[in-house]
Nanobody, 124 residues
């Protein structure tokens, strides 16, 4: 049974940093695509970053490039999202997800399994 559990959300001021973690179980972590998505109130879910854990090649949405870094610890079955230079518009519920495919994309309907989410709030 695939399980994804996020942690590390919280509050930060604009310009600050937060780090998210996603512990995965029930699947082979070293050869899969994982992604981070976010959803703000009243907005659609947005792909933030994705990575193929086999070679670590990441993809980012334009609004977070240069500020966010996705990484993984295959030995620990954990996905990370380091968020720097945070902006108020980064405020959202953040979810990690496991893709059904092996090419990392930011398309949410390609992801079959989702964590419960962790809230990130950035104040100005």
């Amino acid at each position: 049974q695939v399980q994804l559990v996020e942690s590390g959300g919280g509050s930060a001021q604009a310009g600050g940093s937060l780090s998210l973690s996603c512990a995965g179980s029930g699947f082979t972590y070293s050869t899969t695509c994982m992604g981070w998505f976010r959803q703000a109130p009243g907005k659609e879910r947005e792909g933030v970053a994705a990575i193929y854990t086999g070679d670590g090649e990441p993809r980012y949405t334009d609004s977070v490039k240069g500020r966010f870094t996705i990484s993984q610890d295959n030995g620990g079955n954990t996905l990370y999202l380091q968020m720097n230079s945070l902006k108020p518009e980064d405020t959202a519920m953040y979810y990690c997800a496991k893709s059904a495919f092996f090419i990392p994309t930011l398309v949410s309907n390609e992801y079959l399994y989702w964590g419960q989410g962790t809230q990130v709030t950035v104040s100005s």
